[in-house]
């Protein structure tokens, strides 16, 4: 079997350079690292079938192959040109000028100084900016200055803020945030509704940081039952010891209920989300939680991930539970979806929130190196990509729509009424407490407010999941 995997992984070289030398052999005319973009997206690419040219027939010489490398003098715009529907289908796939920083985001180090926030046009303006807090990171210099959730911002150092200097402004990484006060004048419309500046003022600087995703795990006692909520930020591997340990708190506190807040997740390792599925559980060990599907050249990677009791040789921390909550909004993505569209062919889940986002294809980094891998990198240069490279389904072959999934209680985050995490007044989570006591869903269907997109307001790996390169190269062709 093992020479067989072995074979399968020559195949695939092979039919990457068959038309063309090796590099150190032949000297195409076009940069390497074009070379490495062409070769990745040939060897991984989802959408590979879709993109004419990078099909393995696609250039009949070394010549014809150099000349279409050679009209590209910036990687990006090769990579891009083999993107299939950028706008509508593969949001997502990225390519990297610096794998060492981008490594770094992975495991959750960047620089911050423990700030999320919503952006919004101020009522009746088109231009007007104002911010509101909805995260404070623990142990950030935000954290340690006392900033809170739901504090609004519309200046940054004495600069109100509009569509044109927002990024300007917030995106420095020291800055002084000028604080004002939501007013709704006591009218039920938002039309009405003013931002009034203060002299109130902090003043902020960003430094590395390393984010723990599991931010707040609380015990709330409704009607004599337990109710376990659990703040979860991103799917992040090296905190899954920290992720066991919050289900350890639950299950010693014998919840009887789970909110499960993912509604700033963006996603990330695959096998971190079997791992959360498995903790809220724990009835289904050995069944199948979800599946990776391959591109059709690919088709011996396709794997599926079980629900365990165990990983690294840590017992699984299960709740046993048959229904869970799930708090939801545009940015809950990726591995966020996997968990509520897996879970969902198992057990009772219901999402309150907004939409998710509709990302349901999994990627992985991939580096200049004779595999792939992250071994034997090629040391002229720092490119790396990261591209989707297989669509995840739950076991009854289902995958997220694009369009996001669909919450059963709608609620779309207000800066009216931000409220405190885990305070049982707080919108959403009041809303998962009232349909466990049994008082009838209620959902708010008028939208009065949508947050401006803009890359200041995200994480670092927004609407990521990944899958581990080497564990994708190494261990599916059992070569490691």
Request: charged letters at 20%; hydrophobic letters at 35%; one cysteine or more.
């Amino acid at each position: 079997m093992k020479l067989l995997k072995i074979s399968l992984l020559l195949i695939l070289t092979l039919s990457l350079t068959s038309c063309f030398d090796d590099r150190d052999d032949n000297a195409i005319a076009a940069s390497e690292i074009n070379d490495f973009v062409w070769k990745g997206m040939n060897a991984w690419y989802l959408y590979k079938g879709e993109i004419p040219d990078l099909a393995n027939d696609r250039f009949s010489s070394n010549e014809d192959y150099g000349n279409y490398l050679n009209d590209f003098s910036d990687p990006l715009d090769l990579f891009e040109s083999v993107i299939f529907q950028r706008e509508t289908v593969d949001r997502f796939s990225v390519i990297r000028d610096d794998y060492i920083a981008f490594e770094q985001l992975l495991a959750g180090t960047s620089k911050s100084n423990g700030l999320e926030f919503n952006l919004y046009l101020e009522p009746g303006s088109d231009t007007e900016v104002f911010g509101i807090i909805r995260l404070v990171l623990n142990n950030s210099i935000a954290s340690n200055l006392g900033l809170q959730r739901g504090q609004v911002f519309d200046a940054v150092n004495s600069t109100p803020l509009n569509v044109n200097n927002l990024n300007e402004l917030l995106g420095q990484d020291s800055y002084t945030l000028n604080f004002g006060t939501y007013n709704d004048n006591g009218t039920d419309t938002v039309e009405d509704d003013t931002i009034t500046s203060t002299t109130n003022s902090q003043a902020l600087t960003k430094e590395t940081y390393t984010e723990n995703p599991v931010h707040q795990t609380t015990i709330i006692d409704v009607d004599g039952e337990n109710v376990g909520y659990l703040v979860y930020n991103g799917f992040n591997r090296n905190f899954d010891n920290q992720l066991n340990e919050a289900f350890s708190e639950l299950q010693a506190s014998n919840v009887q209920h789970l909110v499960l807040d993912l509604r700033y997740n963006p996603g990330g390792s695959v096998l971190t989300a079997s791992y959360l599925g498995s903790m809220i559980t724990g009835q289904f060990t050995g069944d199948v939680y979800s599946k990776l599907v391959y591109n059709s050249g690919l088709q011996e990677l396709n794997s599926n991930f079980d629900f365990v009791s165990s990983f690294n040789g840590n017992t699984i921390n299960s709740l046993n539970l048959n229904k869970v909550y799930v708090l939801t909004t545009s940015r809950s993505a990726s591995a966020s979806e996997l968990v509520i569209n897996s879970l969902s062919a198992y057990i009772d889940v219901v999402q309150i929130g907004d939409f998710t986002t509709g990302k349901t294809q999994a990627s992985i980094t991939i580096y200049d190196s004779p595999d792939f891998s992250s071994s034997e990198i090629n040391p002229n240069h720092t490119y790396a990509m990261q591209p989707l490279v297989a669509n995840s389904i739950n076991v009854n072959d289902v995958a997220v729509p694009g369009t996001g999934l669909a919450p059963n209680i709608t609620l779309i985050e207000s800066p009216r009424n931000f409220g405190t995490l885990g305070d049982i007044n707080e919108p959403l989570l009041a809303a998962a407490i009232a349909d466990i006591q049994g008082l009838g869903r209620f959902s708010q269907q008028r939208i009065d407010f949508r947050v401006i997109q803009t890359d200041l307001n995200i994480k670092p790996l927004e609407e990521g999941m990944y899958i581990d390169t080497d564990d994708v190269i190494l261990n599916r062709l059992n070569l490691k």
